[in-house]
């Protein structure tokens, strides 16, 4: 049997791209990198929709670059094609999404909903999600919506990872080793992102929120929401996809502040996040409020490695997430 060639193909309002996974004659799957089929070459193969893995529903809003239609691209004739080798290409389109958007934090989350499907594919996986793999491993441990507090041992004993592996934290380890260089015995797991902060020039990392529900902006958005969906209803019943799209881009739109508070009483390593009121947007006033905060840990490990910066540049990243977790998560992208 000759090599077979499939296609993973990703298609957002912003573009798309395609990715080639290769199959040798005794049936081992490798990972081809970035590819551009000829669109008669695809026309000639069968086309199954990919598993985006969440469910836009799930979000008050989305980014667009996230929204994406996952096409899966197999031989005409494909042979002995076995469960895990098609569960896995139905599924590493989303985690080929996240690492292209640098969206950690959701990479994180992917691994999580479908570990056993990517428990027999670990060299593929590993290489796939290099790139991002650091600040990944940061925002899970550190900065995610539920953390990973059991991750300390893992770093300790610096063991290699092991086939079959499903636990994410030890998978994104595996893959940033590179880029962390960790030495568990000279460093704590703290000192070791502060050093990789402090050394890496430029940032691009998406990261939660907590204490949301203590602080105005949650109540403000989900009043200005209700306000918002009825009026766009009225305004657009003649044409209903014209509703979600004006909605998109109100809070598109909204910005944030994400900055230190060294000063604060209680944590002198604090960083507060303050976004947009879409309230007052209603009154003719363009102003932000309180959102919430860094995660305690994540903040210190963030100043420590750039005592001098104060401001983080920052935009709304994501809103809301499966309510079986996160309701009225608050997912920011940061960049400094």
């Known amino acids: 049997m000759a090599k077979e060639t499939f296609y993973v193909k990703i298609e957002t309002s912003k573009g798309s791209d395609s990715y080639s996974f290769t199959r040798s004659e005794t049936g081992i799957l490798d990972y081809a990198g970035e590819s551009n089929p000829a669109d008669d070459e695809l026309a000639q193969m069968q086309c199954v929709e990919g598993s985006a893995y969440f469910t836009p ?62 428990a027999n594919f670990l060299p593929l996986v590993l290489h796939i999600v290099k790139p991002i793999a650091a600040e990944a491993l940061f925002v899970n441990v550190f900065g995610g919506l539920r953390g990973d507090s059991g991750f300390e041992h893992v770093y300790k ?62 109540a403000s958005f989900e009043k200005a929401d209700e306000v918002v969906n009825g009026a766009m209803a009225v305004r657009f019943a003649d044409d209903i996809s014209k509703v979600g799209q004006k909605r998109h881009e109100l809070y598109a739109s909204l910005a944030s502040k994400v900055q230190a508070e060294p000063y ?63 309701e009225n998560a608050i997912v920011l992208r940061l960049k400094f």
């Not at 005409?76 to 989303?94: I, W």
């Not at 992102?193 to 949301?212: E, L, M």
């Not at 947009?276 to 903040?299: Q, V």
């Open 57 to 118: 529903s799930w979000y008050s809003y989305l980014p667009e670059e996230l929204q994406a239609e996952i096409s899966v691209y197999l031989p005409a004739e494909v042979k002995n094609m076995d469960a895990g080798q098609y569960s896995f290409l139905l599924h590493v389109g989303a985690i080929l999404l996240a690492v292209r958007e640098r969206d950690g934090l959701l990479l994180a989350e992917l691994l999580r909903r479908r570990s056993t499907v990517f």
């Open 264 to 326: 604060n009483p209680h944590d002198h390593n604090a960083i507060s996040v303050s976004i947009e009121d879409p309230g007052m947007l209603f009154k003719g006033t363009r102003s932000k409020c309180k959102a919430g905060y860094l995660r305690a840990t994540a903040a210190a490990i963030l100043r420590q490695a750039r005592p001098n910066l104060f401001a983080y540049g920052s935009s709304l990243w994501r809103l809301g997430a499966n309510p079986d977790y996160f």
């Open 157 to 218: 004993a610096n063991a290699m990872i092991s086939t079959g592996e499903t636990d994410v934290s030890s998978i994104l380890f595996a893959a940033a080793r590179d880029a962390l260089k960790p030495e568990p015995q000279k460093e704590s797991l703290e000192e070791m992102f502060v050093r990789y902060f402090s050394q890496k020039r430029d940032f691009d990392i998406t990261i939660g929120i907590v204490g949301a529900t203590n602080h105005p902006w949650v």
